[in-house]
């Protein structure tokens, strides 16, 4: 959606596929951080996003073992974008849906799903696809794939992931706020287990870390021993943790962290997750995927509006991204090392004593360095302005 805006506002067609009627999914993608309302303030979108129902966070509290840590400060990263935002997805795709509407290029066709490429002469030339009519072919001077770490356009481009190894697994669940919420808390972590609070307005987008593959064992357990699990974890949520009357309102997210060693073909390439799965750490999946579509719209717009893709212009894309994606993916490697020790924690506490002194000691440290870590990315991609426009009236 983001790479369709980009290039619609350089003046190119384009078409962006969605297969479903509307974007009303259980995402688990809700946070939109600094880089990219930096993309959007850039746009002239900001003020139009910050306008809808969403919450603004300039912290990032845990509280770890029953004690509050700011672990994030992002009021110290420098304005006027020194916040997070959590906004649940569909939110913003049909944002942005309603901005790429007013560009006379943007063709977005929701109920039409691509399921294979089209070849000629061994480069790729669009995709076929189906909608309400039946089969449809949709040819384009250059196909991006961003279909997911499910891609199937990524398979039919014969490019195989590398996977890495994740000991754990997160279950997804929403949690009505108690009558008294506490503070706004990313996660309570302990050695009785860890459990994600996101802010979404009245309720929580909450979660849980498990072993990988134990879903099944869980849920043999009872789900009376699930929720006694969650409070005994996240005591503020003792009250609400009834809400989950059935196993179907728990959802199981099979964490995956991956690359393509390739990103690219003649006429086609991969971005987001279709061509780098992250893992919920740090909830910077968007917008990696958005800094890629920066990327690769500032190199590509000028081949396009030729009529050419150059593949060495896709080449530098990759060059150009896959740094920072794989440095991120490192440090989530190392994250799941310590997530795993909450699986396996023994004992009445997850952090040693001395450690947790420590980091009392360097907490502003640790507020600004997690505020870039998480807020801007390694790289942080700004788009192309030589045509841009100021802030449109509405």
């Known amino acids: 959606m983001v790479l369709g805006c980009l290039l619609a506002r350089r003046g190119l067609n384009v078409t962006v596929l969605e297969k479903h009627a509307d974007f009303l999914r259980d995402f688990r993608g809700d946070t939109i951080h600094p880089s990219t309302i930096t993309v959007l303030r850039d746009l002239g979108l900001a003020e139009r996003l910050l306008d809808l129902p969403l919450s603004r966070v300039p912290t990032m509290d845990a509280v770890v073992d029953g004690s509050r840590f700011t672990a994030v400060d992002f009021s110290t990263l420098p304005g006027p974008d020194d916040f997070l935002v959590f906004a649940p997805q569909w939110d913003f795709l049909d944002f942005l849906a309603s901005e790429g509407a007013r560009l006379p290029g943007f063709d977005l066709r929701m109920r039409t799903g691509?399921?294979?490429?089209?070849?000629?002469?061994?480069?790729?030339?669009?995709?076929?696809?189906?909608?309400?009519?039946?089969?449809?072919?949709?040819?384009?001077?250059?196909?991006?794939?961003?279909?997911?770490?499910?891609?199937?356009?990524?398979?039919?481009?014969?490019l195989v992931p590398v996977e890495t190894g994740v000991p754990t697994d997160v279950l997804w669940f929403r949690l009505p706020k108690p009558q008294d919420p506490p503070p706004t808390t990313l996660g309570y972590v302990s050695a009785k287990g860890l459990v994600l609070t996101l802010e979404r307005g009245d309720y929580y987008q909450a979660g849980t870390v498990i072993p990988k593959g134990r879903f099944a064992q869980l849920r043999a357990q009872g789900l009376d021993a699930f929720r006694a699990r969650l409070a005994s974890a996240a005591p503020p949520l003792t009250g609400v943790v009834g809400a989950l009357e059935d196993w179907d309102q728990i959802k199981l997210l099979s964490v995956q962290l991956n690359h393509l060693p390739q990103w690219h073909r003649p006429g086609f390439i991969a971005i987001g997750d279709a061509v780098h799965a992250m893992s919920p750490v740090f909830g910077v999946g968007v917008n990696y995927a958005i800094q890629d579509a920066v990327a690769l719209s500032n190199a590509?717009?000028?081949?396009?509006?030729?009529?050419?893709?150059?593949?060495?212009?896709?080449?530098?894309?990759?060059?150009?991204?896959?740094?920072?994606v794989r440095a991120m993916q490192r440090i989530q490697r190392f994250a799941h090392r310590g997530l795993g020790r909450v699986t396996r924690a023994r004992g009445d506490r997850f952090m040693p004593r001395p450690i947790?002194?420590?980091?009392?000691?360097?907490?502003?440290?640790?507020?600004?360095?997690?505020?870039?870590?998480?807020?801007?990315?390694?790289?942080?991609?700004?788009?192309?302005?030589?045509?841009?426009?100021?802030?449109?009236?509405?």
Not at 136 to 149: F, H, K, M, N, Q
Not at 309 to 321: I, K
């Open 114 to 158: 691509a399921h294979d490429l089209l070849l000629k002469d061994h480069s790729i030339v669009g995709v076929r696809a189906s909608d309400d009519q039946g089969e449809v072919e949709i040819r384009a001077t250059l196909t991006v794939a961003s279909d997911g770490r499910t891609s199937l356009l990524r398979q039919k481009a014969e």
């Open 356 to 394: 947790a002194a420590g980091a009392g000691v360097l907490q502003p440290l640790i507020q600004r360095t997690l505020a870039h870590l998480i807020g801007y990315g390694f790289l942080p991609e700004r788009p192309d302005l030589c045509d841009a426009v100021g802030e449109r009236p509405a």
């Open 300 to 324: 590509i717009a000028d081949d396009l509006a030729g009529g050419t893709v150059p593949e060495a212009v896709l080449a530098r894309v990759q060059a150009r991204r896959e740094r920072p």
